[in-house]
């Protein structure tokens, strides 16, 4: 069974930092873009950030860029997500995804089942 398993959410004040680990079991995602997306109350589940299968491609959405880093390490199967100067906004389920039939931002095929993440003012 495929599974993506995210660690690393929790309460935390405006300007700390967290990181986010996703580990993956049940299949290598090693040739696979792999990411982040979050889902805030009310609103619709929205891409973070994007990992190529070798690592030297990242993509971000505008709104984290130069705050969030993501990263991976293929041996692990594993995918990270640093962020720093969080602010309430970024409160929200974070979820790890993989796509193994298409691009991460669009067609994401595997996902897991979230962590919390909530940034107090």
């Known amino acids: 069974q495929v599974q993506l398993v995210e660690s690393g959410g929790g309460l935390v004040q405006a300007g700390d930092s967290l990181r986010l680990s996703c580990a993956a079991s049940?299949?290598?995602?090693?040739?696979?873009?792999m990411g982040w997306f979050r889902q805030a109350p009310g609103k619709e589940r929205e891409f973070v950030a994007g990992?190529?299968?070798?690592?030297?491609?990242?993509y971000y959405a505008d709104f984290v860029k130069g705050r969030f880093t993501i990263s991976r390490d293929n041996a692990k199967n594993t995918v990270y997500l640093q962020m720093n100067s969080l602010i309430p906004d970024d409160t929200a389920v974070y979820y790890c995804?993989?796509?193994?039939?298409?691009?991460?931002?669009?067609?994401?095929?595997?996902w897991g089942q979230g962590t919390q993440v909530t940034v107090s003012s």
């Open positions: 995804a993989a796509a193994t039939r298409g691009s991460i931002r669009s067609s994401p095929n595997y």
């Open positions: 990992i190529m299968w070798s690592g030297g491609s990242t």
């Open positions: 049940g299949r290598t995602f090693s040739n696979y873009p």
